[in-house]
């Protein structure tokens, strides 16, 4: 193809400011990957792990706002509201937790769904002794046989099991880093005195390690009826852990339940709603950073081609008089700024291939876990793709100036001005 | 160098042409009224003093510039009637190019220069271009050049490749702007009497720019030129 010819020559008669570009682009291109990798590397991961550690609903026994008094239904002219017509003095939300009243409703509605697992735990904070010192920790009741892939720390046991609960009636499994900072051991017992002052010495039978901090220091598992008992609430409930197929559907599903049954039920969205929009806005940050280093290559390509058709102005004036078109010409030095844009991409591609290589040999540790993990990097090939579109799209449009200066060069000017 | 093309007898013919440049603090006015013509196989030599409009003729009769009034045909065409990519396929197709400093592209060896057009047009296909490339150079005697790069050849052999070039695609006409104006004797007269071959032998048509009184004596038809008009 002699256009590409032409172009190819011109680049390599200007060998060290076509590497220069081609540097340029490729570094734009191989970093974008590596942050790219590492930042939607961390963002899955986190992702995973809020969807993996904590449930993706949960109903909690309580309200978001307390249930409107009978007075202000009346007050309020709303036609369904006519008929509250009873006035109760010294109405308050409730200041203890009772429990879920119809948590059976709620079970029974869940298990209609297909794509729905759940659990039901009864919580509740309690004042722990050990040698000597006291902290509050919260005690979670459950069934060994129904958490499974839906609470992370009885996933997580690494020493005992689950099942020991049902051999110890006072056995409970807390976290590595509580047993490493008390320096227990399985079998050790542990004081411990619920909020309704019932005291309890309780077994640990069982070890478990989350890697993350407030679970693995705070958390107690041990049976429901435990915690029943501990709790003074006898055959009642005040969470569902709930886990969807699809954990991007929880927010709609948590807005429905609550309309539903009335009691709060939190997404993980909502819960990490912080933490979302902390992600968006460094997703933000580094396009930005990228696109600045992208748009300095782009000024090495403008400036590469701008040379070449200032120089070259004779063969421009050659081309034309040998019957070349404008069109002919353009195409030439877009072409120019294709192949530095792809090559460069190419060579950045590499790069940014072997920064991953590179940072997948680097363990961090991050606030709030406790062990330190591989620098969680996303492989994606979509990425490679979209920077080199990107880079290979921008080094046409910064040839694009030069190259019409040169399409748009009247040949007799030149040949009188060489003549 | 067929001439099959139905092309009639004139090459050349130019109607009352003009050439003033507008865009400056006052008009200058480069050719006025130009009416000639020349015939196939013809050698005609323009000559004139410095800045009688010598070269402003040639590059319309290139179609490398447009008059301000009046017509120009090549052939049959008249070429005011092309776009202006129609008149970049008209000149590929028809008129060869000759300048006083030879103007060949410096990344590509000889024979890629004299290759060049040829790839351009098509006409010719895969490796009848470069074996008509390597005919035209040996004609011209540049056997032994082919494949340095222009910056290896003497003044004169670069002119000769620049024939070569501006034959590439059997024009109908092959425009001269000076093109012995930067050469010693020996290789003026060798350039010169490569041209008088093409017009004797090949039937080709040529119009030069010449300041060199030997030169235009030797030719068909002399125009003469001052202040941009015929006399
Ligand atoms: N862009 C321009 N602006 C102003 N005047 C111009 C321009 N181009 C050419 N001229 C003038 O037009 C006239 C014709 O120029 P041209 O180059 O055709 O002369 P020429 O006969 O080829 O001269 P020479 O023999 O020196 O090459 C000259 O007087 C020149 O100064
Ligand atoms: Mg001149």
Redesign the pocket.
Same mark, same amino acid.
């Given at each position: 193809m002699l256009t590409l010819e032409i172009a190819y020559a011109h680049l390599m008669g200007r060998k060290r400011q076509t590497i220069m570009s081609l540097l340029g682009v490729m570094l734009g291109v191989g970093f974008f990957i590596g942050v790219s990798s590492m930042m939607r590397g961390s963002e899955k991961d986190t992702i995973d792990r809020i969807t993996n550690d904590f449930p993706h609903v949960g109903i909690h026994d309580s309200f978001r706002q307390a249930r409107r008094q009978p007075l202000e239904r009346i007050q309020s002219g709303q036609p369904e509201d006519q008929r509250a017509t009873v006035f109760i003095s010294g109405v308050k939300p409730p200041v203890e937790n009772r429990g879920i009243v119809n948590f059976r409703d709620i079970a029974n509605y869940l298990r209609t769904r297909d794509d729905v697992q759940f659990a039901m735990t009864m919580e509740t904070p309690v004042m722990l002794t050990v040698s000597g010192q006291t902290r509050s920790m919260n005690l979670v009741g459950i069934v060994p046989e129904e958490v499974r892939g839906i609470i992370h720390a009885a996933d997580s046991v690494i020493q005992g099991r689950l099942e020991n609960l049902y051999s110890d009636s006072n056995g409970v499994l807390a976290g590595k880093a509580f047993m490493d900072q008390h320096k227990l051991k399985m079998g050790d017992t542990v004081q411990i005195v619920s909020g309704s002052g019932v005291t309890r010495v309780m077994r640990i039978v069982g070890v478990f390690e989350t890697g993350r901090a407030w679970n693995d220091r705070r958390t107690l598992l041990t049976l429901l009826k435990n915690t029943q008992v501990i709790a003074n609430r006898p055959g009642r409930i005040n969470n569902f852990y709930i886990k969807l197929d699809d954990p991007f559907l929880a927010w709609d599903f948590s807005v429905q339940l609550e309309k539903t049954f009335g009691y709060a039920a939190y997404s993980w969205q909502e819960n990490m709603q912080d933490m979302l929009n902390t992600i968006a806005t460094r997703n933000r940050i580094m396009y930005a950073v990228v696109g600045a280093i992208l748009l300095v290559a782009c000024f090495g390509i403008y400036n590469i081609i701008s040379t070449v058709v200032m120089e070259k102005t004779k063969d421009i004036a050659i081309l034309k008089s040998m019957g070349f078109s404008k069109l002919d010409i353009i195409n030439i030095f877009l072409l120019e700024g294709f192949l530095v844009g792809f090559t460069g991409a190419i060579l950045g591609c590499g790069l940014g291939r072997l920064f991953l290589h590179i940072l997948s040999g680097i363990t961090i540790r991050n606030p709030g876990m406790t062990r330190p993990m591989p620098m969680p990097l996303d492989y994606g090939i979509g990425q490679y793709f979209f920077v080199s579109g990107i880079a290979i799209f921008s080094a046409i449009i910064a040839a694009y100036l030069p190259a019409r200066k040169a399409g748009a060069l009247p040949p007799v000017?030149i040949l009188?001005g060489a003549? | 160098m067929s001439r099959d093309k139905d092309i009639g007898d004139l090459i050349i013919r130019t109607e009352k042409v003009s050439r003033v440049?507008e865009d400056?603090e006052f008009p200058?006015t480069?050719v006025r009224d130009i009416s000639i013509q020349v015939k196939r196989g013809e050698f005609v030599a323009i000559t @004139?003093p410095? @800045?009688?409009?010598?070269?402003?003729?040639l590059y319309l009769l290139g179609l490398l510039d447009a008059p301000t009034d009046g017509r120009i045909f090549i052939g049959k065409q008249d070429t005011g009637l092309l776009s202006d990519k129609q008149l970049a396929q008209f000149r590929l197709e028809n008129i060869g190019f000759v300048f006083q400093f030879h103007f060949l592209l410096w990344e590509f060896s000889v024979l890629r220069n004299v290759m060049l057009p040829m790839m351009k047009l098509q006409k010719f296909k895969g490796e009848e271009i470069e074996d008509r490339a390597v005919m035209l150079l040996t004609e011209l005697g540049l056997e032994a050049h082919m494949f340095k790069t222009p910056d290896q050849l003497s003044g004169g052999q670069r002119q000769r490749v620049a024939v070569a070039r501006a034959l590439a695609n059997a024009p109908i006409l092959m425009l001269g702007d000076?093109p012995t104006g930067n050469l010693d004797t020996k290789s003026t007269a060798n350039v010169i009497s490569i041209l008088k071959d093409l017009v004797r032998e090949h039937k080709n048509t040529i119009v030069v720019?010449t300041?060199d009184t030997d030169f235009a004596k030797q030719v068909d038809r002399q125009i003469h030129?001052v202040d941009?008009q015929v006399v």
């Open positions: 000017d009188r003549a | 440049l400056q200058v480069l @004139g410095s @800045g009688s409009g010598k070269s402003s003729l000076e720019v300041h030129i941009g």
